[in-house]
């Protein structure tokens, strides 16, 4: 799943408004922001093979790591309760580890049986992934709810605060599309550079774009 992490960070700005966007974000896609260190690291192996799924070409060889429910579980208390450290923010500890966690459950959903319940135990998948369809269908419908629930819970405080979160909005509606009609990645090097630049980019802009609305609730 893509977008769909989007949205659960997006809707969870109405349970813990003072938590910027960018950490709700990193916090649903903390997952997949580990997973390109790990595959530089070696540690992890994903390949490419047109027409493993009908809706992604990567054969995810191996990620216990970064995808595993027990480590993300064990990433999401680590990250939840480094932000209440760091920030002295009270109330976002179940909501941050709750989002790292939901990203073992959205891809549960979506891939094939090939997500770890822990390293080297049982890989489980209900693979949504087969039908193009139904997955645009799904992610679309989470991603309209979670971006929904975020304007009506955040107002713009000039026009970067308006225009910046809509273009966000269409930037990650077009990565979709782009991902789901696009050619299969150039190589396995192109996956982990364009995961780590995309991923600073998108922090930055959802930091930038939060931190030009206020949060009405």
Known sequence: ???????????????????????????????????????????????????????????????????????????????????????????????LSALVVSHWLLDFVTHRPDMPVYPGGARLGLGMWKSVPLTAAVESVLYAAGVWIYARTTRPKDAIGRWGFGALVLFLALIYAANLMGPPPPSVPAIYLTGVIGSVILLAWS??????????C
């Not at 997952?31 to 799924?53: K, S």
């Not at 809706?55 to 480094?82: D, E, R």
């Open 1 to 95: 799943m893509f977008i769909g992490h989007f949205a659960l960070g997006f809707a969870a700005k109405r349970i813990v408004p003072r938590v910027s966007l960018a950490m709700l974000f990193l916090a649903a896609q903390f997952a997949d922001i580990l997973w390109p260190f790990f595959l530089v690291a070696g540690v992890e192996q994903v390949a490419i093979e047109p027409g493993n799924t009908a809706v992604t070409p990567l054969n995810f060889i191996s990620y216990p790591y970064s995808h595993s429910l027990l480590t993300m579980i064990a990433w999401g208390l680590i990250l939840a309760f480094a932000y209440e450290k760091i920030t002295h923010t009270r109330g976002a500890f179940l909501v």
């Open 207 to 216: 930091w930038w774009v939060d931190a030009h609305r206020i949060a009405d």
